[in-house]
T-cell receptor
C-alpha cells in the first residue's frame, strides 16, 4: 500500500518570503512523486514530478521540490512567495512498479500568502 | 487544444437515484482516471481506464462503475446514491506513454450533491 502525509493543513507566509510545503510518503517500490495545485472551483494543475536523478526538481511558476530518500520526503519550495500562489497544494505518489496512473494523494495544504 | 471536459458541472440528486457523469479527455490522450474529492476524505482514486479496459481500481463499493469508449471518452456511474456520495468528481487524462510517470490533466469536475 502507498500513502502520503501532508502534516500541515495550512501554511501562512508573507509575500516575498520563502515558502515550504511539507510532504512525506510511503511506497513499496520506487516512488514517482508529484505536486499538484488546485485553485478555487477548478481541477488540479500539475506543478512538478520526480522519477529519478537529481534530487532537486524544478517545476512551473518558480516552484521546486527536494526529494530525500532517507527521510522519504518530497517538500515543495519557492524562494519568494507571491499572493497569487495562494491555493491548495497536493502531494501525490505512485508506485513506479505499477502500470497506469493510480495516484495516492495527501490531504492537501492550503497556502496563504499575505501582502 | 481543448482541455479535459466534464459534464455536467453541477448535479443535484436524491438518495436512491443513480447518476452518470461524463468526461472527454484531451485529444490523443488514451488514459482516463476518476477521483472523488471530499472535505473529509480528500482526493481518492476511483478507477482508471485505458483502451476501453479498466486498468486500476480504487477501494470503492460496486455501486461505482465506469467505462471508456473507443474514442477515449469515459463515463462513470453511481447507483443507489447515498448522502456520502456528495463530492466533487474529477476526471484526469494522460497520453499513456509506456515507462514514464506522466502528468495528469484534470477537468474542472462535476459537483454532485445528494439530498
Amino acid at each position: 500500500a502507498q500513502s502520503v502525509a501532508q502534516p500541515e493543513d495550512q501554511v501562512n507566509v508573507a509575500e516575498g518570503n520563502p515558502l515550504t510545503v511539507k510532504c512525506t510518503y510511503s511506497v513499496s517500490g520506487n516512488p514517482y512523486l508529484f505536486w499538484y495545485v488546485q485553485y478555487p472551483n477548478r481541477g488540479l494543475q500539475f506543478l512538478l514530478k520526480y522519477i529519478t536523478g537529481d534530487n532537486l526538481v524544478k517545476g512551473s511558476y518558480g516552484f521546486e521540490a527536494e526529494f530525500n530518500k532517507s527521510q522519504t520526503s518530497f517538500h515543495l519550495k519557492k524562494p519568494s512567495a507571491l499572493v497569487s500562489d495562494s491555493a491548495l497544494y497536493f502531494c501525490a505518489v505512485r508506485d513506479g512498479g505499477n502500470a497506469g496512473n493510480m495516484l495516492t494523494f495527501g490531504g492537501g495544504t492550503r497556502l496563504m500568502v499575505k501582502p | 487544444k481543448a482541455g479535459v471536459t466534464q459534464t455536467p458541472r453541477y448535479l443535484i440528486k436524491t438518495r436512491g437515484q443513480q447518476v452518470t457523469l461524463s468526461c472527454s479527455p484531451i485529444s490523443g490522450h488514451r488514459s482516463v482516471s476518476w477521483y472523488q474529492q471530499t472535505p473529509g476524505q480528500g482526493l481518492q482514486f476511483l478507477f482508471e481506464y485505458f483502451s476501453e479496459t479498466q486498468r486500476n481500481k480504487g477501494n470503492f463499493p460496486g455501486r461505482f462503475s465506469g467505462r471508456q469508449f473507443s474514442n477515449s471518452r469515459s463515463e462513470m456511474n453511481v447507483s443507489t446514491l447515498e448522502l456520502g456520495d456528495s463530492a466533487l468528481y474529477l476526471c484526469a487524462s494522460s497520453l499513456n506513454i509506456q515507462g514514464t510517470a506522466e502528468k495528469l490533466f484534470f477537468g474542472s469536475g462535476t459537483q454532485l450533491s445528494v439530498l
